[in-house]
């Protein structure tokens, strides 16, 4: 079993090199992908990082939409995600017909969207954010314009709370964060009452109120490598242990609950990455009218200062 991981790695590598291909993966994705992967990171982080790189090729270990991002930030890249399958439930909870609709209703409303949206959603946003700045780029935002986020309500429900700013938003949320229950983080601060409870803002908000600290997955990154606490309970999806693990040897790490598993971030192989780069398929690709408008909104984000008060 070893010994044919290892060779399906070397093939790996191989491939990646001939095609001068970057492997991505995402802080969720399958122990065995992320070992290999040149870049870890979230959700936007690891296609800002492909965009700085010489690579022809950008292989997405991840869900559609992030494959969309990088093809958003590289159109000069092809962009390879090997599960054509990997969807977001999330993402797909809001559809640009939909938010078309709630625009023609309210024309004044800064819509706001969280990177885990298609790029059709992304296109028809004034502005995007991530879960790590959503709160820095609802501040940015003049007092008195009224402010729609799409399409996680309970990341929304987390900045109001942050921001103390009055917002409205889309219904949709994360099947697998909206899993995680009062009860199992009860349970698991019990069995660990000296460990720190961090979660991801798209946990319920009841969820939330119980944490030590709300961060994106990168944010969990650093906080726990600068922490001087020695253990944490880990409120999000499971697959962000391997790194936390590996990287933080002397300190612990459990899970809130077992239920924290997103399938469709479980579904890239290793065979699968061997298969799409032999084939050079399936490709992602946005088209440029869309692609265009998409990153205006991304850009719109990036342009907001750190510290917007
Ligand atoms: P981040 O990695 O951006 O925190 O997002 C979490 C997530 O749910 C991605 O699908
Ligand atoms: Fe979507 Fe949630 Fe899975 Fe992330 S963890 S890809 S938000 S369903």
Known sequence: MEKAQAALKAEIKELLKRRNAVLLAHNYQRDEVQEIADITGDSLGLSREAAKTEADVIVFCGVHFMAESASILSPGKTVLLPREDAGCPMADMITPSDLAAYRSGHPNAVVVTYVNSSAEVKALSDVCCTSGNAVNVVRSIPE???IFMVPDRNLAHYV??????ALSWWDGYCPTHERLTVAAVVKAKEAHPEALLIVHPECPPKVVDLADAVLSTSGMHGFCRRSSAKEFIVGTEMGILYRLRKENPGKRFHIASRTLICPNMKLTT???VRD????????IRVPEEIRLRA???LDAMLAVPRDAA
């Open 160 to 165: 109001r709370k942050v921001s103390g700013r």
């Open 270 to 272: 290793l065979e699968d």
């Open 276 to 283: 799409s780069l032999a084939s050079m398929s399936p490709v």
């Open 144 to 146: 008195g314009k009224e």
């Open 295 to 297: 990153k205006a909104a």
